[in-house]
């Protein structure tokens, strides 16, 4: 796989905001650090990995392929995480992310307080053609290499954050297993935005030049996140609309083809959680 972090182009400013940042110093407040006392006891053992779907259909179909055990694990809204057990591999959990960087800081701080410390997040994403065609289609699978930073979740972890990446050896283990089984995907660089239907032309344009393959509205938060507590996350995308390209702005995901995507990726993704 080849390493795509020589390659990037920082597409944010250097210097943060005036007073931004400054406070990255102070101890971490984990209001949270309440969500594994309050359950105590009736937490089953907590599992090495979690998959964050943001999908109803690819956690209903966790749901109904597994021997599984819910738990409410919600510090600030009712978060029901699915403890599965399989057949074969290890245990592992389940559990639905709501769209937007500051939600997926929260399950994750959330998460990982309960005692989880390996992430594999699931969710579709636009493709950016710029002014060019399309590199993907729509149900193109990516991996996220990178994920530079248009949201405001991630600067409270890290001065000037720009960029944030997964955890390398995920990536490489998840593209390795996709290759397997003969599931062509890209590695590469998405971009998070807090705005999605603020998709401007020159915003498309700028991360379609930097080779930009995915638009989604969590994983640069995900990613930070994660490294800010020391743990493993990896992102996989698959494409539900072209945005640009001469199509304009559109989702496609009612076309069944997504359906057959999420159908084909399940098995491997739960494989993946099921691993070591």
């Known amino acids: 796989m080849p390493d795509t972090r020589a390659e990037r182009v920082d597409l944010r400013p250097t210097a943060a905001p005036e007073g931004q940042g400054r406070h990255l110093s102070e101890p971490h407040s984990r209001p949270v650090e309440h969500v594994a006392s309050r359950h105590g006891l009736s937490l089953p053992p907590v599992p090495r990995t979690c998959v964050i779907c943001h999908s109803s259909s690819m956690l209903g179909l966790a749901v109904q392929s597994y021997p599984h055990e819910d738990v409410d694990i919600g510090c600030v809204e009712p978060t029901s995480v699915h403890f599965c057990y399989p057949e074969e591999g290890l ?150 609309g072209i945005v640009g390209g001469g199509t304009g702005w559109g989702l496609e995901m009612a076309n069944g083809r997504l359906a057959a995507v999420e159908e084909e990726l399940f098995p491997l993704v739960m494989e993946y959680a099921a691993s070591e």
Do not use: W
């Open 91 to 240: 245990p592992f959990a389940v559990v639905r992310c709501s769209a937007g960087a500051p939600m997926a800081a929260l399950l994750l701080e959330e998460l990982i307080a309960v005692g989880f410390k390996r992430f594999i997040s699931v969710g579709s994403a636009g493709h950016p053609a710029g002014d060019k065609k399309p590199a993907l289609p729509v149900g193109g699978i990516v991996i996220a290499s990178q994920a530079y930073v248009y949201e405001g979740t991630s600067t409270h972890y890290r001065q000037s954050a720009r960029v944030s990446f997964p955890d390398e050896a995920s990536v490489q283990s998840l593209s390795e297993l996709l290759s397997a089984n003969e599931i062509a995907h890209r590695v590469g660089a998405v971009a998070t935005t807090d705005a999605i239907y603020r998709e401007t032309d020159r915003f498309r344009r700028e991360i379609a030049e930097n080779g930009v393959l995915a638009i989604d509205m969590q994983l640069s938060a995900a990613f930070t996140v994660a490294r800010f507590h020391g743990v493993e996350m990896v992102g996989l995308l698959y494409i539900s």
